[in-house]
């Protein structure tokens, strides 16, 4: 039985438990058409009560055969009262509050509580933020997990809405996923969500579908979690430039609005607490602390547990990765980020010519797998209109040239799994690549 309707029927145990005291001053005060009408209201509470827990727990579960032995001595009680042929009413009372008693410790004891966790991911490249969360809650017996991917919008120049997106499609065939438009946040009431995007309306780029914003969220859990779908390289929280680079981050609408806050490491957790108390000010550091968790990324968790040899790869993907003899070339993950499209302009599409150039003349040994970050056209039409025809010839050229390998597929660890060094922008893949025991070398632009 979920963990909410419990609580509501204690509470309704309760509340005939007080009705039964009412029904025993009642009789005391010679109104027996008062005490009457009490024990039909107690008779109905009692039978919605038994109904609710037989549809949970099936029928013949020993709460509801208390119920049954309630109603069944209530019944007699009242028909004895009309009859006016009541005998020994205070032993009769007092029987009655026993059996409510058996069985609100039976509704405590013999009832298995079950929570209902939600987890709303939005892009299914990003899912590895999330998925050891579910796992486990997955493999707990007294736990309902629901994946349900939620939609969102490119956001064009002016920051208005282009086309929505749903991936739900895309997810592994292990995650069971169900729609969102078949699942009522307000009527379930999860007791738990889980969220990975923090910026509700405030990126310029995306935009999950406004209904599922964390300040909207909120209203239908009793425990809003967010986890960021990004790692970061660790800093000290000491390092006052290094913290002002990414107190954005500690900022967000779903860190403010979420009632708990996972983040990678205990040093982070520190520049999150320090950050967002020196927002709100001192008297507020006890509630960041219990707040804000340093228990670690799931997206390590996923990276780590990596195999190469457990990976489905694509068969134009093996054309490019194997030599004539079947032995494998030393696969290079290239790795471009938005920051630099941001930052460089036109000068990291000349770059990125440059480097497929280099990699080409070592394609007989090497594979240069190549994975944009998964927002990289979003952000060029959004906020770099003017590299849209350039960067898209270059995405086009690299494809059809086909010795190299272009990865725009939800699964980053495949990636990780395959590649036997690192080279590209600085992001958080490089955490990933690092905690995957893959070498690191940094583009350097100019």
Aim: net charge negative.
């Amino acid at each position: 039985m979920r963990k909410q309707q419990k609580k509501i029927i204690e509470n309704l145990i309760e509340l005939l438990l007080g009705v039964n005291e009412e029904i025993k001053k009642s009789i005391e005060a010679g109104d027996l058409f008062q005490a009457m009408d009490l024990m039909g209201s107690c008779q109905e509470g009692a039978i919605k009560i038994g109904t609710a827990i037989e549809e949970s727990e099936g029928e013949g579960f020993i709460t509801v055969q208390l119920l049954e032995q309630y109603c069944e001595d209530l019944y007699h009680f009242y028909e004895e009262l009309n009859r006016g042929q009541a005998e020994n009413i205070s032993k009769t009372v007092k029987k009655l509050k026993k059996q409510l008693i058996q069985t609100e410790n039976s509704i405590k004891h013999d009832i298995k509580e079950t929570i209902e966790v939600v987890f709303l991911p939005y892009k299914a490249s990003m899912w590895d933020s999330l998925e050891s969360v579910w796992q486990a809650a997955e493999k707990d017996e007294n736990c309902q997990a629901y994946v349900i991917p939620i939609p969102y919008y490119d956001r064009n120049p002016d920051g208005s809405f282009k086309e929505m997106h749903y991936e739900g499609e895309l997810y592994p065939d292990y995650v069971p996923i169900t729609h969102y438009e078949e699942y009522d946040l307000e009527e379930h009431h999860p007791d738990m969500i889980y969220i990975h995007n923090p910026y509700d309306g405030q990126n310029l780029v995306t935009s999950v579908h406004p209904a599922f914003y964390s300040e909207q969220l909120k209203r239908y859990t009793d425990c809003l979690v967010y986890i960021p779908y990004f790692v970061l390289g660790e800093i000290s929280p000491d390092n006052q430039d290094a913290v002002n680079g990414m107190k954005h981050f500690c900022m967000a609408p779903g860190v403010v609005n979420a009632d708990k806050v996972v983040v990678q490491s205990e040093s982070m957790r520190q520049v999150y607490i320090n950050v967002l108390t020196g927002q709100t000010g001192e008297h507020t550091r006890h509630y960041w602390e219990d707040k804000i968790l340093g228990l670690g990324s799931p997206k390590f968790d996923k990276v780590q547990a990596a195999n190469r040899k457990e990976q489905d790869i694509p068969e134009e993907w093996l054309g490019a990765i194997q030599k004539p003899d079947g032995s494998w070339k030393k696969v290079i993950l290239y790795n471009t980020s938005v920051g630099a499209l941001l930052q460089e302009n036109e000068r990291i599409v000349e770059k990125m010519r440059e480097v497929f150039q280099t990699f080409k003349e070592y394609q007989e040994n090497i594979t240069l797998l190549w994975r944009p970050h998964p927002l990289a056209k979003a952000t060029i039409e959004a906020m770099r209109p003017e590299l849209w025809k350039s960067y898209v010839q270059l995405v086009q050229e690299y494809k059809e040239a086909g010795w190299g390998i272009y990865d725009d597929t939800a699964d980053l660890n495949r990636a990780i799994a395959l590649s036997e060094a690192y080279y590209g922008d600085w992001s958080s893949v490089v955490q990933l690549c690092q905690k995957a025991g893959v070498k690191v070398m940094i583009q350097n632009i100019s």
